[in-house]
T-cell receptor
Framework: EAQVTQNPRYLITVTGKKLTVTCSQN?????MSWYRQDPGLGLRQIYY???????DKGDVPEGYKVSRKEKRNFPLILESPSPNQTSLYFC????????????FGEGSWLTVV | KNQVEQSPQSLIILEGKNCTLQ??????????LRWYKQDTGRGPVSLTI?????NTKSNGRYTATLDADTKQSSLHITASQLSDSASYIC???????????????FGKGTKLSVKP
């Protein structure tokens, strides 16, 4: 079954404590990306990757890092989380080419206190 | 500025009724337009993708239309069911100069509630 898997699904953490949200896809997709979704703002892109070792900033990259060492994995790193990073996060992937279907993960609810 | 505007923000309809959701965009150059369904707290799921040359596409009880001249799209839901209660998101892809991936511009979604 085609899947984008995120972990953890739910997390409450404290300000400044580094955390990583993992994302893995089993479809051999080249393109992967991270979004955050906040009430009234819709989905906003944080970072994206067009292939292994190729990453680029999206619309709201501040406070986040990513890496793409393997094709299937695209972790999102919050080096020093702050309360304004409390949000619902989605990882997504698709085959290379703008017209292909985007597959989203189930989301990770992150609360920073 | 590339923008995607959806209307209405929210909509309540009775089970069995039809409804139409609107999406207006100012994205240029245009590559494709997608509609997604997002259940509360879940990841969006693709309903349709349309390119410039397509003006209608169906997926079961969902029918999307595209008018590339007026830069408008609509999503029509026929014979609504309780399970149609969700947010519906319009996403437009722009072709970056010299690129092949395309930038995605998301609308804020229409929240549909289907009541028994």
């Amino acid at each position: 079954e085609a899947q984008v898997t995120q972990n953890p699904r739910y997390l409450i953490t404290v300000t400044g404590k580094k955390l990583t949200v993992t994302c893995s896809q089993n479809m051999n997709h080249e393109y992967m990306s991270w979004y955050r979704q906040d009430p009234g703002l819709g989905l906003r892109q944080i970072y994206y990757s067009m292939n292994v070792e190729v990453t680029d900033k999206g619309d709201v990259p501040e406070g986040y890092k990513v890496s793409r060492k393997e094709k299937r994995n695209f972790p999102l790193i919050l080096e020093s989380p702050s309360p304004n990073q409390t949000s619902l996060y989605f990882c997504a992937s698709r085959k290379q080419g703008a017209g292909n279907t985007i597959y989203f993960g189930e989301g990770s609810w992150l609360t920073v206190v | 500025k590339n923008q995607v505007e959806q209307s209405p923000q929210s909509l309540i309809i009775l089970e069995g009724k039809n409804c139409t959701l609107q999406c207006n965009y100012t994205v240029s150059p245009f590559s494709n337009l997608r509609w997604y369904k997002q259940d509360t707290g879940r990841g969006p799921v693709s309903l349709t993708i349309m390119t410039f040359s397509e003006n209608t596409k169906s997926n079961g009880r969902y029918t999307a239309t595209l008018d590339a001249d007026t830069k408008q799209s609509s999503l029509h839901i026929t014979a609504s069911q309780l399970s149609d209660s969700a947010s519906y998101i319009c996403v437009v892809s722009a072709k970056p100069d010299g690129g092949s991936q395309g930038n995605l511009i998301f609308g804020k979604g229409t929240k549909l509630s289907v009541k028994p």
